[in-house]
């Protein structure tokens, strides 16, 4: 029997305006980012939210920047942030927008409403208009610039347009309720002034700029978008929203529908433009691509695919309460989509040498190594093997613990495609480090398998001395200690451990972004930092998955 299809609470509310026939059926949604830094993980869900409903119902989705700020915006913000979201696989078609596309319009529009008598030019300094503002418990009280005539506002805004007045000595106001119970009514800020800050776009054509809550209904309006879908802290403006394209319906053809719907948060992440743009200033990561940052751009240079992240977006849907998600799940949709791309190769992290006495000197063969057990399709390859090779020095132990499945003195273990090897020799040196050791093989037991079925301790990866290629490898642990950070000091002092690593010879040609796994590492990926004459990996995510584990000790 086929399931029924279940449809998340937006889902739900565009069903039935389009049993309504609401819009004509029609839905357009939008994603508009600020270009004040760049996109995170929480902005993913946010874009695939958005595409993803207009695919869904056929309509389309826009990318329009909310670029209202210049102290803050940067149009090299604005490139970023377009190859994020065509990276993670949407196209926005020919809907690209810019707010600042409407500064005449939303002008006339604040001219409109100041001969409604709806708004006015208050003159109160900022620490004033919150003193006015009043709180939650106590009704806000009018500024006295209220009942200005509108002749009187008409000019003054004017003028404000004009360049007449310093910034902050004044600023446009909606005219609604000073007793309003919900703050976002009482006479909100329409258009503030910033001078000596040129946009990036219309330069210094403007130096009054409108706010969010009175340029984002009236863009919305302007586009003709249908579901105007926000994060949950803009529930208590929707009242604004809608009062706005109340008393601009003569103006705007359309009133679309705000929605909201619980923001992403992370275990062990901060999630704010400001923060992760405080991290780069400070330098405690090496830009917003640092593949630490839960950036789009960091998670990529990290090894993240489009594919991993649109599940996880797909997995952890769309609610109405928020809620934080443990970033094992992340990790576990990267790890499945990885383990079906990814060709297994062997690199060995800090190597120790291994002399194999009994193997002939200048010998060299070629062995199969199959590329992933996951889909046969994905061929195999030839691995060199010799006298010399490496292994890990975490793979040895020269007073080995209980249950170590590992190489120690007198024990045989499996060599990865290869021959048993059993530890004869120890060298240390002056310092007592062991520094190489000497084994014998078992001529008989050719790709990892003895006649006689005998039992090794363990499988160990390795690589052949005379052709393996000298790597990078960078291990990423979580940027921040606390599950729930806050403060520069809950940063993690061991998030990036740089170790040297010997890598299989295939790995030469290896290009920016390709992906691998570590034999019993993990997934790696190629990084930008790669030189010709030493690749640098970026550890994408180990093997090990605390998300499916729990998920199986629930059930
Ligand atoms: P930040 O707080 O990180 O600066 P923002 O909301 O100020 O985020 P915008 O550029 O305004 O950043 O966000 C664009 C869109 O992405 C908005 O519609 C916003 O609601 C959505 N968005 C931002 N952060 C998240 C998140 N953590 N989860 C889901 N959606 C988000
Ligand atoms: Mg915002």
């Known amino acids: 029997m086929k399931t029924p299809e279940s449809f998340n609470f937006i889902e739900d509310i565009i069903n039935q305006d389009i049993v309504l026939n609401k819009n004509n059926k029609r839905v357009e949604t939008r994603f508009p980012p600020e270009p004040n830094g760049h996109l995170h993980i929480g902005h993913a869900k946010s874009i ?175 586009e003709g978008i249908t579901h105007s879908i926000c994060t949950l802290e803009f529930e208590d403006h929707r009242p604004l929203y809608d009062w706005i394209l109340n008393e601009l319906s003569s103006f705007v053809c359309c009133h679309p529908k705000q929605i909201e719907f619980a923001r992403l948060n992370l275990t062990n992440t901060v999630m704010s433009k400001r923060k992760l743009l405080e991290l780069v200033a400070v330098g405690y990561v090496t830009g917003w691509d640092d593949p630490r940052m839960p950036t789009i751009s960091g998670l990529r240079r990290r090894g993240y695919t489009p594919e991993a992240i649109r599940k996880f977006c797909e997995a952890i849907g769309v609610a109405k309460a928020n809620s934080v998600v443990d970033i094992a799940l992340l990790e576990h949709c990267l790890r499945e989509d990885l383990n079906l791309r990814s060709p297994r190769v062997m690199a060995v992290l800090n190597p120790l040498r291994v002399v194999i006495d009994n193997y002939p000197e200048d010998k060299h063969e070629e062995l199969d190594a199959e590329n992933n057990p996951e889909d046969p ?132 040609k290896a290009s920016v972004g390709s992906q691998y796994q570590f034999l019993r590492h993990g997934y790696f990926c190629v990084d930008i930092d790669s030189a010709p004459d030493m690749l640098v990996f970026n550890q994408t995510v180990a093997l090990r998955d605390s998300w499916a584990k729990t998920q199986k000790e629930i059930q």
């Open 48 to 222: 695939c939210l958005n595409f993803g409903l207009a695919a869904k119902y056929n309509g389309v989705c826009h990318l329009r920047f909310d670029d209202t700020n210049p102290t803050k915006e940067e149009a090299e913000y604005v490139e970023a942030i377009k190859r994020d979201v065509k990276w993670l696989g949407f196209d926005w078609g020919k809907h690209l927008y810019y707010t600042s596309d409407y500064f005449d319009k939303l002008y006339v529009c604040a001219l409109e409403l100041i001969k409604k008598h709806k708004a006015f030019v208050c003159h109160l300094s900022p620490d004033e208009i919150r003193q006015y503002r009043g709180t939650l418990t106590h009704t806000g009280q009018n500024s006295p610039y209220r009942e200005c005539s509108i002749d009187e506002n008409l000019k003054l805004f004017e003028g404000m347009r004009m360049g007449e007045f310093e910034e902050g000595s004044c600023v446009l106001r909606a005219r609604i309720d000073m007793s309003s119970p919900n703050l976002n009514m009482r006479d909100p800020v329409l258009y503030r002034i910033i001078k000596n800050t040129p946009h990036h776009r219309t330069g210094t054509m403007w130096c009054i700029y409108p706010s969010y809550d009175y340029s984002h209904p009236i863009s919305d309006a302007i």
């Open 377 to 508: 399709d994905m061929g195999s390859r030839k691995i060199l093997f010799g006298r010399v090779i490496y292994i890990e020095q975490n793979d040895f132990c020269e007073q080995p613990p209980k249950k170590f499945f590992r190489l120690s003195p007198g024990q045989e273990v499996r060599l990865k495609h290869a021959y048993y090897i059993k530890c004869a020799a120890v060298i240390k040196d002056e310092e007592g480090k062991v520094v190489e050791i000497h084994c014998t093989y078992d001529p008989e037991t050719k790709g990892g398998w003895s006649k006689d079925s005998r039992k090794v301790l363990g499988t160990l990866h390795w690589v052949s001395a005379e052709h393996a290629i000298p790597a990078e490898v960078r291990l990423y642990s979580s940027l921040f200690i606390k599950p729930n950070p806050k403060e520069a000091e809950d940063l993690n002092p061991n998030s990036l451990i740089k170790c040297t690593a010997l890598v299989e010879p295939c790995l030469a």
